[in-house]
């Protein structure tokens, strides 16, 4: 009775160790999850750096093959809306001086990589966040430029009505 209470016993301590982190080594065909998530994101700071060099080049072409790599990124995001395609797409349609610039639509791309849960994930998702972040805020600066502007050709337009009243009434 003795050793078959200690066997079972022997044998949930056993049983109990192979639930232990560590305790059962991965198949030497299978990837721990913290290799995973370090390949991962070694694979994704590539992709950024890919990214950004890819981003100046388009930068320094000519106008028309800008445009074919805006279509190129286009056709790619329709295919594959992942994190890669949407934020090489988010960085051509912020390209300042390109005759598709469309800052709106790209913190549009950008904006569900961005968001406070998910922002610290992945170097991809920190890209996005920055990015995110520098355009709309060029667009709230451009919102307040125009805002300004209309402000000031009211002004203008209420001095004109007062310099034509001034000149209208009789001396």
Known sequence: MIRIAAAIAGALILAGCTSLPGANPPPSGARSTREYRESRESRESR??????????????????????????????????????????????LSLPGTA????????????????????????????AGLLYTQVAERLREQRRATQLKEQLDALKDVERKIMEREQARPR
Request: hydrophobic share 40%; net charge negative.
């Open 100 to 127: 598709f610039n469309d800052d709106a639509k790209a913190v549009g791309l950008l904006e569900p990589l961005a968001s406070a849960e998910t922002a610290a994930s992945s170097p991809m998702q920190q890209l």
């Open 47 to 92: 992709q950024v750096l890919e990214l950004i060099a890819y981003t100046q080049r388009v930068a320094s072409l000519q106008t028309e093959e800008q445009q074919r790599e805006l279509n190129a990124s286009s056709q790619m995001f329709s295919k594959d809306r992942g994190a890669y395609g949407r934020v090489r797409l988010a960085l051509l």
